[in-house]
Nanobody, 120 residues
Framework: QVQLVESGGGLVQPGGSLRLSCAASGSIFSINAMGWYRQAPGDHRELVAI???????YYADSVKGRFTISRDNAKNTVYLQMNSLKPEDTAAYYC??????????????WGQGTQVTVSS
């Protein structure tokens, strides 16, 4: 059984920063890509950023230059550093890990979500 534990969300003023963390635990042999999605009320879930095993990254246009994704493979943890936050960044942020290899095979997993609210 693989569990994802997210942390780091909260309330921040426009222009502020937050750092999200997502740690995967369990009998994990390997994880392929790790990423962050977000969903605002009434909107569909959208990809924010993703990082593969080689460290290659992809960012949504709306966060390029402000957000940085990174991972610590030894800790099975992915981070999202969010700077220059804007009110439109307000959403529930979900961690996603892809092709997680365990004794049972390969599967994708989602975190429970952490709320980020940007408001003065």
């Amino acid at each position: 059984q693989v569990q994802l534990v997210e942390s780091g969300g909260g309330l921040v003023q426009p222009g502020g920063s937050l750092r999200l963390s997502c740690a995967a635990s369990g009998s994990i042999f390997s994880i392929n890509a790790m990423g962050w999605y977000r969903q605002a009320p009434g909107d569909h879930r959208e990809l924010v950023a993703i990082i593969d095993t080689s460290g290659s990254t992809y960012y949504a246009d709306s966060v390029k230059g402000r957000f940085t994704i990174s991972r610590d493979n030894a800790k099975n943890t992915v981070y999202l550093q969010m700077n220059s936050l804007k009110p439109e960044d307000t959403a529930a942020y979900y961690c996603n890990v892809q092709r997680v290899r365990t004794v049972e095979g390969f599967r994708d997993y989602w975190g429970q979500g952490t709320q980020v609210t940007v408001s003065s």
